[in-house]
Structure formats: C-alpha cells, structure tokens
C-alpha cells in the first residue's frame, strides 16, 4: 500500500439469532456501497431461498475442517451446533486495498478478530425485548424446535457480551436502526485517526510543496 493510502476499516455486527442481523444488513449495504460485506462460511444448511456464496458458502464439516488446518479461517467458531468461519484472504485483502469490511459474526469470533485486528470497530444489535426477540424468531420460521431453544437459550448469554461492543443499536423500528448503523459507518470513517492520511498530505503540501505525493 503506499504510504499515504488508509487501509480500510472492518466493521463487526453481532446479535442474538432473529434480532434482525441479516434484515440490517441487506438494508444498510445498498446504502453504504463502499462497504464490503464478507460472506461466512458454515456446515448448516441453508434455509429456503438462501443461495449458495451470497448467503453463506455452504460446505461440509469436512471441508470446513480442512479450511481450518490450512488457515483458511481468519476466525471460526462452533455456533448453534454448527461451524461458522470467516475467510482470511477475502477480509485482508479487501482491507489492504483500503475498502471497508463488514462482518456479521458471533461474540466468539469478535474476540479472535479483535486480537487480529484490534481497530476493528464492533457493533451489538439488540431487541427491543426478549419476548419481540422470541416472536421474531418463532415468526421467521426457519428452526425446528431443538435449533429454536438452543438459539433462545444461547440469546441471554450473547446480550450479557454486549457492553463490551464499542456501539450498541437496538432493532426495535428497522429504518431507524439502519439509519444508525449508516451513522456509525459514517462517524468511523472521519474519525482523526482513520483520515489522518488526508491531514498528513496536506501538512506535507504546506510544509514543503515539492513533497505532495502526485496521484
Ligand atoms: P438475524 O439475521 O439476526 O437472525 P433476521 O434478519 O433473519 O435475523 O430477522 C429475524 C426476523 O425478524 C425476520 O422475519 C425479519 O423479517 C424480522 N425483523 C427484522 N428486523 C425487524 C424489525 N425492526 N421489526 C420487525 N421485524 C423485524
Ligand atoms: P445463522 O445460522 O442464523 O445465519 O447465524 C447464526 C450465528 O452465527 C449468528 O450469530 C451469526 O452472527 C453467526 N455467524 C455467521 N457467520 C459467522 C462467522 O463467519 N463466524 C462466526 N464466529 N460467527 C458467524
């Protein structure tokens, strides 16, 4: 990357399952079209109407494994009963190039990519409550009742990880909670540290003319 490009800044969102995630998402990237999304991984099936490297890349448990011992996985996680990654190379590259990154992905995967990647700027989607939560779930209709009471159960123990997110929004009115996300998004990208590279050129520029990098 030469000097004075900013490399890109990674997003995460994470929430229980039916907060509303993947609605957010698919509102908010047409709005933000400077925002990558990075496709997961996962060994569980996908749902009616899910397709196939736009949704998840669907794989066997044996595939996943494999991604594992070959490094594939920037992090990975057994979620729900289920194995869950996200891919190194798309990520990195992506951010090297200095385009922004979002991932939709679990507390446990935050951690593993806070340690890799200690900027990256987390965000925890909440209920309005836990019974909209249930009827959310119980609404969108896509779990059989073992995969409903596991993702009620693990629902409680993923909120109590919420203070430690850097933004909170609560999913109670959809537009609102976009347009919140879209504030995030935008108040990242002017923050001093990620456009320092736009002061530093024109510090430069008044300093010593000869030395503003030509583009
Ligand atoms: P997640 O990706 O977090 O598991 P989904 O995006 O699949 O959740 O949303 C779960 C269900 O809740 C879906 O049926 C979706 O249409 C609905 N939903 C999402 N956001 C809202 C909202 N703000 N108000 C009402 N229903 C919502
Ligand atoms: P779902 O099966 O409802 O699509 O997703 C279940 C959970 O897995 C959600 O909390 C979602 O954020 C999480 N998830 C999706 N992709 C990844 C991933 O790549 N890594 C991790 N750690 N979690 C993920």
């Not at 909670?177 to 504030?183: N, R, S």
Request: hydrophobic letters at 40%; aromatic letters at 6%.
């Amino acid at each position: 990357m030469p000097p004075l490009e900013r490399a890109g800044e990674l997003f995460i969102i994470s929430a229980p399952s039916g907060v509303g995630k993947s609605t957010l998402i698919a509102e908010l990237l047409p709005v933000c079209p400077r925002l990558r999304f990075s496709v997961s991984s996962t060994t569980r099936a996908p749902r009616p109407g899910e397709i196939d490297a736009k949704d998840y890349h669907f794989l066997s448990v044996e595939d996943f494994v494999q991604g594992i011992n070959s490094g594939r996985f920037l992090e990975w996680a057994r979620v729900h009963g289920h194995f869950y990654g996200t891919d190194r190379h798309i990520v990195e590259g992506w951010l090297d190039k200095g385009q922004d990154v979002l991932l939709d992905i679990d507390v446990q995967g935050t951690k593993l990519v806070r340690c890799a990647h200690p900027g990256a700027r987390t965000i925890f989607v909440l209920p309005p409550s836990m019974e909209v939560l249930e009827k959310r779930l119980r609404g969108r209709a896509t779990e059989g009742p073992e995969q409903l009471a596991i993702r009620i159960a693990a629902a409680s123990r993923e909120i109590l990880e919420a203070p430690w997110y850097d933004y909170l929004v609560v999913n109670d009115n959809l537009a609102e909670a976009v347009e919140d996300l879209k504030a995030i998004v935008r108040a990242c990208r002017l923050d001093r540290t990620v456009s320092a590279p736009a002061l530093k050129s024109l510090f430069m520029s008044l300093i010593d003319p000869a030395l503003t990098p030509r583009s």
